[in-house]
Antibody, heavy 115, light 109 residues
Framework: EVQLVESGGGLVKPGGSLRLSCAAS????????MTWVRQAPGKGLEWLGR??????????DYAAPVKGRFTISRDDSKNMVYLQMNSLKTEDTAVYYC??????WGQGTLVTVSS | QAVVTQDPSLTVSPGGTVTLTCGSS?????????PCWFLRKPGQAPRTLIY???NKLSWTPARFSGSLLGGKAALTLSGALPEDEAEYYC?????????FGGGTKLTVL
């Protein structure tokens, strides 16, 4: 059974940093592309970025609003994908989801950016 | 990046048929945009219904289908059930990234 479990959310001050983790199980992690998506309160879904598999170059793509502030990485030995978020703004407050192939989703982790 | 547009809200009668559409500011949506459709209910994670225009996942109810229609991606629901009331989001590929539409709130009434 595919399982994705996000962690690392919490309260952070504007300008701060946070690293989210997504633990994957139930499939061959190294072969898949992983994506991060968020949903701010009262807003729609927002695609943040993705990381390809190692065999596809392990390259990353990002949405314009987070490019340069957010970094996605993966550790295939641990079946983990990460979202490093820097220079956080109040508008980054959201529930953050990781997704396998945009088919399977975790339950999300809440990030609140507030002073 | 493109702006992806969806009707903000639609209403369908129980048992009825409704088509949700997804357009792009850059022009006609094609299979090269790899359209995906997701269902979102309050308090729940997104659920993928359709990927790559018209491909279903094992859990996608048969009453949902994806297509291209009039230059847009389309999600058709045939035989709406009360439990289909939710927000529906499309996602398009755009210049190496992906962009969600603003979502359609579907009411079954």
């Amino acid at each position: 059974e595919v399982q994705l479990v996000e962690s690392g959310g919490g309260l952070v001050k504007p300008g701060g940093s946070l690293r989210l983790s997504c633990a994957a199980s139930g499939f061959t992690f190294s072969n898949v592309w992983m994506t991060w998506v968020r949903q701010a309160p009262g807003k729609g879904l927002e695609w943040l970025g993705r990381i390809k598999s190692k065999r596809d170059g392990e390259t990353t793509d990002y949405a314009a609003p987070v490019k340069g502030r957010f970094t996605i990485s993966r550790d295939d030995s641990k079946n983990m994908v990460y979202l490093q978020m820097n220079s956080l703004k109040t508008e980054d407050t959201a529930v953050y989801y990781c997704s396998k192939d945009l088919h399977y989703w975790g339950q999300g982790t809440l990030v609140t950016v507030s002073s | 990046q493109a702006v992806v547009t969806q009707d903000p809200s639609l209403t369908v009668s129980p048992g009825g048929t409704v088509t949700l559409t997804c357009g792009s500011s850059t022009g006609a949506v094609t299979s090269g945009h790899y359209p995906c459709w997701f269902l979102r209910k309050p308090g729940q994670a997104p659920r993928t219904l359709i990927y790559d225009t018209n491909n279903k996942l094992s859990w996608t109810p048969a009453r949902f289908s994806g297509s291209l229609l009039g230059g847009k991606a389309a999600l058709t629901l045939s035989g709406a059930l009360p439990e289909d009331e939710a927000e529906y989001y499309c996602l398009l590929s755009s210049s190496g990234a992906r962009v969600f539409g603003g979502g359609t709130k579907l009411t079954v009434l």
